[in-house]
């Protein structure tokens, strides 16, 4: 049987990644890769995405299709071995949006190749009862992803090539830096995260991580900074942001490609963090138990 080939291929089967598919779903052919075969059978005979069951066209890792573009959205730590997958596939581009600052690795899994990190501000969570969409965000792309734009925007998404994605990777970290360990900590939506008791320790972050952005090549000033921040825990006020969810399921966060990221900036920078090396320390506390 001919190897089946799809415009656009999703690799992670996470609550973000069957909320994309089921929305791409509905505007033309899309592939989602899962984790195992396993994973990809059960997907298959249906899962409850947005109130609604979706059988998406999901493939195990020994039975891949081929794809003509494929998205990243698994964890960081699993970026290598997707990226290895998604080569697999014979595609014209790869591209990322996950969490953290993975472009390295992409370019050191493609060597060559057209790959390259977006950002994305959707969420989604996953509870017994299925996944659930919490905002459709924007999602940006890098140069050269314009197709992937448009299949994006044609299923409602809203999708656009950044020819500054740099800086907008930077911003994206600054959100996730802020949002994302508080409220894995205080186990809370991240909409509460705006209002007290949490809003002074999520402005400490946003205040102590900027100038290190900045240096970085951050395109936001201090003011924008604080708003941009709000700005997403508005519209994302319904979600378990994904750290929580790491921490509610028991399983490793990406505290390491998110706050370690920031961490590792400021020392090249000669600079201290000591409000984000403390969420560093009390999120790996959780790790632990």
């Known amino acids: 049987m001919d190897t089946p080939r799809f415009p656009l291929a999703i690799i992670g089967a996470g609550a973000l990644g069957l909320h994309f598919v089921a929305r791409l779903a509905t505007a033309g052919p899309v592939a989602l890769v899962a984790r195992s075969d396993t994973q990809a059978t059960a997907l298959q005979a249906g899962t409850r995405v947005g109130g609604q069951t979706f059988q998406p066209q999901a493939f195990g890792p020994t039975h891949l299709p081929q794809a003509d573009w494929v998205i990243l959205l698994v964890k960081t730590g699993d970026t290598l071995a997707a990226a290895a997958t998604a080569r697999a596939m014979a595609p014209r581009g790869i591209v990322s949006l996950q969490n953290g600052l993975v472009d390295h690795l992409l370019q050191a899994a493609c060597p060559g190749g057209h790959a390259g990190q977006g950002i994305t501000t959707a969420g ?7 996944v659930h969409p919490a905002g459709t965000g924007e999602t940006l792309l890098p140069p050269g992803f314009e197709a992937v734009a448009e299949r994006l925007s044609g299923a409602g998404l809203t999708a656009r090539v950044e020819p500054e994605i740099a800086a907008a990777r930077l911003a994206k970290l600054l959100v996730n830096v802020a949002i994302n360990p508080l409220a894995a900590l ?5 909409g509460a995260l705006r209002e007290a008791p949490y809003r002074a320790e999520l402005d400490a972050l946003v205040d102590e991580a900027w100038p290190v952005l900045r240096a970085a090549g951050l395109a936001l000033d201090a003011d924008a900074a604080r708003q941009r921040v709000i700005a997403v825990a508005t519209a994302t006020a319904a979600n378990r942001a994904s750290m929580l969810q790491d921490v509610q399921a028991g399983r490793r966060t990406e505290i390491d490609a998110i706050t370690g990221a920031l961490l590792e900036m400021a020392t090249q920078q000669g600079v201290d963090l000591p409000a984000h090396r403390d969420i560093l320390a009390r999120i790996k ?5």
Do not use: C, K, S
């Open 186 to 190: 205080h186990g809370v939506t991240n």
């Open 124 to 130: 989604a969570w996953r509870d017994a009862d299925g």
């Open 285 to 289: 506390a959780l790790e632990t138990g």
